[in-house]
Antibody
Framework: EMQLVESGGDVVRPGGSLRLSCAAS????????MTWVRQVPGKGLEWVSG????????YYADSVEGRFTISRDSAKNSLYLQMSSLRAEDTALYHC???????????????WGRGTLVTVSS | EIVMTQSPATLSVSPGERVTLSCRSS??????LAWYQQKPGQAPRLLIH???TRATAIPARFSGSGSGTEFTLSISSLQSEDFAVYYC??????????FGQGTKLEIK
């Protein structure tokens, strides 16, 4: 069964840092681009960051550019999001999701995890 | 940024009815449009990509249409498990991908 399981969410103070992880199983992780999408509880979806299948290109929403870093370790079938200078408005459920296969340019997301909750509060 | 606008925000329908959800983009996204379903406490699920291609294992009662700036998701005969929130996403302007605000489908 194909699966994505996020972890690392926590309560953190404004200005603090946190590292999220996403463990992939049931598919060839190294063949797919990956992404993070966040969701304020009860609200809509906001794309945060993406990384291509070989990890050579990464992309960020303006709201997190310069503060968040996406990375991947295909040997461990894992995706990461290093978050720093956290703000109250970063509070959300963070989902990892599978993007396009290899060189496909179509960035829709066909497999999602349930998410890990990040709360930024003093 | 391409703004995606979904309507209506909430739709109350009865099981067995046919329903059509709308998604409009602020500029053309060609056919680079996906639809997702999300139930409470669950991850979003891809229903449609390329505006009209059903994803793997999605029932035939779900269909998508449109191109350019106007898109629709239709469900031909609502089942109890279809009551959920539906989101559209444009990926034409990658990496500036954007989602609509969602349409909640509730039981009448």
């Amino acid at each position: 069964e194909m699966q994505l399981v996020e972890s690392g969410g926590d309560v953190v103070r404004p200005g603090g840092s946190l590292r999220l992880s996403c463990a992939a199983s049931g598919f060839a992780f190294g063949d797919y681009a990956m992404t993070w999408v966040r969701q304020v509880p009860g609200k809509g979806l906001e794309w945060v960051s993406g990384i291509n299948w070989i990890g050579g290109s990464s992309y960020y929403a303006d709201s997190v550019e310069g503060r968040f870093t996406i990375s991947r370790d295909s040997a461990k079938n894992s995706l990461y999001l290093q978050m720093s200078s956290l703000r109250a408005e970063d509070t959300a459920l963070y989902h990892c999701a599978r993007g396009p296969h290899a060189r496909s340019p179509y960035w829709y997301f066909d497999l999602w995890g349930r998410g890990t909750l990040v709360t930024v509060s003093s | 940024e391409i703004v995606m606008t979904q309507s209506p925000a909430t739709l109350s329908v009865s099981p067995g009815e046919r329903v059509t959800l709308s998604c409009r983009s602020s500029q053309s996204v060609s056919s680079d449009l996906a639809w997702y379903q999300q139930k409470p406490g669950q991850a979003p699920r891809l229903l449609i990509h390329g505006a009209s291609t059903r994803a793997t294992a999605i029932p035939a009662r779900f269909s998508g249409s449109g191109s350019g700036t106007e898109f629709t998701l239709s469900i031909s005969s609502l089942q109890s498990e279809d009551f959920a929130v539906y989101y559209c996403q444009q990926y034409n302007n990658w990496p500036r991908t954007t989602f609509g605000q969602g349409t909640k489908l509730e039981i009448k």
